[in-house]
């Protein structure tokens, strides 16, 4: 087996060359797959509906220090995406496109980044790779095109890891400062899980180094700390001021601490939670992970390799020990992931490239009869409002998701003349990346979200308070663009409910109803 390549010297990362109109064209394209139809679904419940109102909520009351949940306080995460979004949200109004694009351009943004980095450091070729791998990838397509805080964590991640080797590999503190201020960022988008992760790669490469030099350099940076501090350290300082010890219970003890000791709202796993999620995460591409394990050996004498080594892997073995697991945390290791597996990518024989096609196969097939298995197997599923959404589906969506998923996969008879193999399959790859924004997305928030979309506009033609009742749907105040409790109802108001749980009777009026959703009315008037 032969050994990676070494780290190339100053002199040899510019070997790429400058970025020409193809690359332009590329990078552009990088941003297809979470641009595509970004509205074409109703927002998803519970996060991406409980983020989007708590923006809505932030906008309308002109209060940037601290968001609400139907006007209750909301300490789940730092205020940085919020912002984001109450400044898409003040230019194009509060909707699905607003909400969710800061996440589409993050990790557009960060596909580029990481797309750029790996051309500099290894070439051409693995740059085409790195940045295709994330932009295609199941997982990251998700998180791309969601309303919630992950998309812009994960980009801090992504710039405070290459500027952090580049530092190491140059010794200039220009990278070093710089990842200070991703870093920076990144608490004010997450809290410490921004800090903690690039610090324990960075510490485990300086003691597997053994390079004290190099560690004092990196560790002792008056500027840099400073830079850090400076950018987050405002905003906490103002949280714990303005709220106190609810501050501190609510986001640093119960969703940081708490969530590491025990398991949160039933996300509970075993220790191969991840082994077995992380290859549908990086559908179609979850072939290239078995290179990148089995000649781990091998890329530990490259310094760079060994870097982001440490770095998934430490992803990895941290959140495995975690009591809640989420699957979104495993795409904490995204970007050392794609960079490693992409290194593997050129190297590809002919096991490999089967793998590869067979990977896109795979995903090309789980599209394509997506509509007909759920339908299919819709009784089957054990709660009965998740029966009931499924059960009611139109079948003509799934059509034309099989035939365009079908379409995507024979691209590679249509590019069959181009010789490059990397050229064929990711051409492939981004095709079927498209169906599943085009298509496949739209048609997931049509079967769980559509019928509470519509109920949530059909509440604004009606008169009076509404409450959420059993149930907990923040997307309906975001539609209703009004707050909405979680509560019974009074005399006189509206109320969203399960139809499957004793329909209400008697006192009430039922105004909506579609596959298992309900709009009800309390009758009577208040005293």
Known sequence: MSAEPTVPTRASVTCAGPIDGPWLAYLFALGLPFLLNLGGAPLFDVDEGAFAEASREMLASGDLGHTTLNGTDRFDKPVAVYWLQAAFMAWMGPNEWAARLPSALCAWVMCVCVARFAREQWGAE??????????????????????????????????????????????????????????????????????????????????????????????????????????????????????????????????????????????????????????????????????VIRRAAAQWSDEASRFFLLWAAFVLVFFSASGTKLPHYGLYASVPLALLMARQAVQHGPILRAMMWLGLGAWAALLMFLPWSVQLWSHRISDPLYRSLLAGLPLPAGVGVAAAALFAVLLLFVLASVQSFTLRVLACGGGVSLVYAGLVFPWGGEALQGPIQRAALVSRQHEGQAVQWGVHWPSVAFYRQQETPRRPPRPGELAFVRLDRSPPTGDYELLYRERGIGLVRRLGRLP
């Open 126 to 291: 693995v740059g085409l790779w790195a940045g295709a791998l994330l932009a295609t990838s199941a997982g990251m397509l998700m998180i791309g095109r969601a309303s919630t805080a992950d998309a812009l964590l994960n980009l801090c991640l992504a710039l405070t890891a290459m500027d952090l080797w580049r530092h190491l590999q140059s010794g200039q503190r220009v990278p070093l400062r710089r990842a200070a201020v991703w870093a920076g960022l990144g608490l004010l988008t997450k809290g410490p899980v921004a800090v903690v992760l690039p610090g324990a790669a960075l510490t485990l490469w300086l003691f597997s180094s053994r390079s004290l030099p190099k560690a004092r350099a990196a560790l002792s940076d008056p500027l840099a700390w400073g830079l850090l501090l400076a950018i987050s350290m405002p905003w906490y300082l103002y949280a714990w001021a303005r709220h106190g010890e609810a501050f501190i219970q609510g986001f640093l003890m119960r969703h940081n601490v708490d969530r590491f000791g025990a398991a949160m709202e039933g996300h509970a796993g075993n220790v191969l939670y991840f082994v077995v999620l992380l290859p549908l995460l990086w559908l179609p591409w979850s072939g290239l992970l078995l290179p």
